[in-house]
Structures are given as structure tokens and as C-alpha cells.
């Protein structure tokens, strides 16, 4: 059997999927993807805990608690107003006062309130002994949200209208859509409960927040876990074509590695560049799919790479769409869009990236990476479009800082066409506490899947794994023939 070492000559091997699909959807945009310091105004502490109320969370049975906490609405100028943010916390099972968990959501765009269904799955081990908090992002949950309507099965451009007419209803908040602000929420809701120490698990775009806020407040964290990383200085939006391609041909490896998959369609690569030049020269109508090019056909495959269960029936959907058949690719593209509509609050996409990822420079450098990649760079010129023309001065992206010192787990999916292993390995430049786990066969975000919900809460308590080796076996990727 295969097995992907990490950067510490760690391996781990693990389960490719559990009964938990659904679990990757609501991560799915996960695609992505903090440095003020000193500017929390004083906050009540733990006398003020009882003001979050009995609540549950959607997708978990159990009773949380629930409340709101008060902030400025500006830190630089606290005199200015303050708002609301949602929080909610979940006990531990056992009582333990180890420093409690906080879940940093991804997109950006999701709200973390809304994730509890991670917890009887990827935070299973970590309940036993962890409160674990969720504090929703402005913008997204019952913080400021800002939700924006898109057709689940939209082609690109139309997408791009919409998302350029809710451009146009965040501008009051732009300002508050930021990971910089989000950093001092966190902090503000750490002082607020009166903890000394948490740790965090940020997926994709969390990551990103996650490490924001281990800059700015290191003392703060005892840990991290970072699922699918992008890294402070990352140009993932500009790297997505390389990173859509290489997912692309891995799971092109895959299948010629599979005797079943290679018998039934080994000429499907070929079928899907063909099927892509002939849309865009014609595009297509089908069923609900009306006008869609061969890009947007590209874009909806990359987005199946980011489950391992929708990777697998991308060979056949090409075969039967190469033969006039879309029914497959319907399907594909339903399943993704429907993902992203129910669970992402655009206004907050849009605010962080239009404001951190998006600039002339990175438009230059996402051409360059898109000759050679089948998705070309459609990705960056699909959000450079939705955020439109700007002033530059809103422009703020991150720097690498010199160090992070705090211990930290990186978690890669092989097939993950947004943040891959090299992704990780670009943030572990300045963490050097770090361990890297590279699962096979997996997609975007893997916490949930196999033995690593017990190999996280393992690293978050010694702060190392002392056998990374999962007792779990892996099989192959299962194509549908």
C-alpha cells in the first residue's frame, strides 16, 4: 500500500472516506485562504460568562451555549460605536478545563456557529476533553451577516454579475470584512470568557486566520491545527491554476493506476480537452445547463476535485459528456453549487478578498500560471471581475512574519486543488514547530476522515504524534465504472 510521509518522517495512512460526505460541502469553498496588535478595548472576563444562554447548534444534538459579545466597531477608534458577535460554546464531556478549542470557519465567507456538525465527527476526540467555541466572522452567522444570492448552477459570468451587485451592498461595511479586524474579535471573545490560553483549528480560509492571530497574540495559543493550509503570504487565488492542474493529473495517475478506471475510460484527459475546445466555441445547452462555456465546464470540475468521492466520478462524467450526455456533469456542478450557496456568506468573501488577495500584480502572475493548466487563470479573473475597480489603497495583503513558535499540526489532502501540500509547506518557512501529514487520496479539508480526529486531539495535548501510523487502513480511490 501507498503511504505519503509527512516533512518529519512521520506517516500516516488513513481511512479515504467516513459516512460524513455532507461534512465536506459545508468546507467546500474552503478556498482558500493579522496583525494589529494591542488594540482590544478592556473586557469583562469570566463574570460575564453567564450571559451566553442554553442554544444548540445546527447539526449536533447536544445543548451548547449561545449569547453575543461587544465590540467596537472599529478598534482604531473605540469611541466609535460597537457591534455584536455570535459566539457559541459546546462543553467538554469530561469536565476538563484543558485550554478549550476555538473553530476558525473557512471561505471566507462560512459561519463557524454553523459547523457543529464537526463535532461528533473531526472534533470527536477533542470533546472528550476541550470546550470547543465557535465565534462567527462580521459578516457571516449572526454576526453583521451579509448574505448574497447566486444560482446554484450559474455559469460563470453570471455569477460574476451577481457577485458585482453585492459588491455594492457591502460597502458601508467594508472596513469591518477583514481578517485583521476578525483577529481582534477573537481576541476580544478570549478575553471575554477570561481564558488564559486556547487552542485553534482553522479549515482552508481559517487557516489563514488562525495563523493571523498566532502572530499577533502568540502567548495566547497553546496550539494549532491547520486543515488545509494557506499560508500569510500565499497567492492562492493566482497559484489555483497550478494548483487545479496538479489535483487534475493526480487523479489522471490514479486512474491508470486503477485496472477497472483505465479499462473503462483511458482516453478521458483527452475527452475532457476536447469537450472543453468545443464549448468554448459553442457553448452549451442542456438541461438546466444553458450557456455554459468550456470554462465554465473546467470550473466545475475543478470543484469536484474538492471531495475525493465527487474526483471519482469525473472520469465517467467526461466519458458520457464527451458523447453528448451532461447528465453527469449537471450533477457535478449541482452538487458543488448548491454546497456554496447554502453555507457561504459572499458579502465576507468578497470583503476579504477583494481587500487581501486581489491586485494587479497577482492578475500578471495568475496568467503566467494559467497557460499551461486547463482551468487557464479563470479562477483570479472570476474574483478580479466580482470585485471590480477599487481603490488601491484598500489593497492590504500579509506578509510572511519571521516566526510563529507555536506548535502546529498541518493536515494536506493529496487531490486538493486549492491548498495543497506545497501550500503547507510555504507556511512551515515560518513554523518551525510545525508537523506536516500529507493524506492520500483525499481532497479539501481532512480532519473528519479515518484516524485523524484521534491524531489531533493527540498532537493538541503532547504537542507531537509519537506513532502517526493510523491503525486504519487505506484503500483505493473507488471510481465509478
Known amino acids: 500500500m501507498k503511504k505519503y510521509r509527512d516533512k518529519t518522517n512521520n506517516v500516516c495512512s488513513v481511512r479515504k472516506w467516513q459516512q460524513v460526505f455532507e461534512n465536506l460541502w459545508t468546507l467546500l469553498f474552503l478556498t482558500v485562504f493579522g496583525l494589529i496588535g494591542g488594540l482590544v478595548a478592556p473586557l469583562a472576563s469570566a463574570s460575564q460568562e453567564s450571559l451566553l444562554e442554553g442554544c444548540y447548534l445546527p447539526g449536533y444534538s447536544q445543548p451548547a451555549e449561545c449569547g453575543f459579545v461587544e465590540v467596537p466597531r472599529k478598534y482604531q477608534q473605540p469611541d466609535e460605536g460597537r457591534v455584536r458577535i455570535h459566539v457559541s460554546r459546546v462543553r467538554s464531556r469530561s469536565g476538563e478545563t484543558l485550554p478549550p478549542l476555538f473553530v476558525l470557519a473557512g471561505g471566507p465567507g462560512q459561519a463557524a456557529t454553523e459547523l457543529g456538525r464537526f463535532i461528533p465527527t473531526a472534533f470527536a476526540a477533542i470533546i472528550k476533553r476541550r470546550d470547543i467555541i465557535f465565534v462567527d ?13 447566486t444560482a446554484s448552477l450559474a455559469t460563470l459570468q453570471q455569477t460574476t454579475r451577481a457577485l458585482q451587485s453585492c459588491r455594492q451592498k457591502i460597502n458601508p461595511l467594508l472596513g469591518q470584512l477583514t481578517t485583521r479586524v476578525y483577529v481582534e474579535d477573537l481576541e476580544s471573545v478570549r478575553q471575554y470568557l477570561g481564558l488564559d490560553n486556547i487552542t485553534l483549528w482553522g479549515g482552508s480560509y481559517g487557516t489563514f486566520s488562525a495563523q493571523a492571530y498566532a502572530s499577533a497574540y502568540p502567548d495566547a495559543v497553546d496550539g494549532m491545527i491547520l486543515d488545509a493550509v494557506v499560508s500569510l503570504d500565499s497567492q492562492f487565488l493566482a497559484e489555483g491554476a497550478v494548483y487545479a492542474q496538479q489535483a487534475l493529473q493526480r487523479l489522471v495517475e490514479l486512474c491508470q493506476e486503477n485496472t477497472g478506471c483505465q479499462h473503462a475510460y483511458p482516453d478521458w484527459p483527452q475527452q475532457l480537452s476536447a469537450i472543453i475546445n468545443r464549448l468554448n466555441e459553442t457553448p452549451l ?124 499540526l498541518l493536515l494536506s489532502g493529496e487531490l486538493d486543488p486549492v491548498t495543497p501540500e506545497q501550500s503547507a509547506e510555504q507556511a512551515r518557512k515560518y513554523l518551525p514547530n510545525s508537523t506536516h501529514l500529507i493524506i492520500a487520496n483525499s481532497g479539501h479539508i481532512v480532519s473528519y476522515q479515518g484516524c485523524v480526529p484521534n491524531l489531533i486531539a493527540e498532537f493538541l495535548e503532547q504537542k507531537s504524534i509519537a506513532k502517526p501510523e493510523c491503525a486504519i487502513r487505506q484503500g483505493s480511490l473507488p471510481f465509478t465504472l
Not at 137 to 149: A, D, H, V, Y
Open 137 to 149: 466572522q462580521r459578516g457571516t452567522g449572526k454576526s453583521l451577516p451579509i448574505s448574497c444570492e
Open 285 to 408: 445547452s442542456h438541461g438546466q445547463l444553458q450557456g455554459v462555456t468550456g470554462l465554465d465546464l473546467a470550473q466545475f470540475i475543478r470543484t469536484a476535485l474538492y471531495s475525493p468521492i465527487s474526483a471519482s466520478r469525473i472520469p465517467m462524467a467526461v466519458e458520457r459528456a464527451y458523447n453528448g450526455d451532461y447528465s453527469m456533469i449537471q450533477g457535478l456542478a449541482m452538487m458543488a453549487g448548491s454546497g456554496a450557496s447554502n453555507s457561504m456568506y459572499l458579502g465576507l468573501t468578497l470583503g476579504v478578498l477583494c481587500q487581501e488577495h486581489i491586485s494587479e500584480q497577482g492578475q500578471e502572475y495568475a496568467i503566467a500560471k494559467g497557460q499551461k493548466s486547463f482551468v487557464k487563470h479563470s479562477y483570479f479573473s472570476f474574483w478580479q471581475q466580482a470585485c471590480g475597480t477599487q481603490d488601491a489603497s484598500l489593497y492590504q495583503p500579509f506578509e510572511a512574519p519571521e516566526a510563529i513558535e507555536v506548535p502546529t
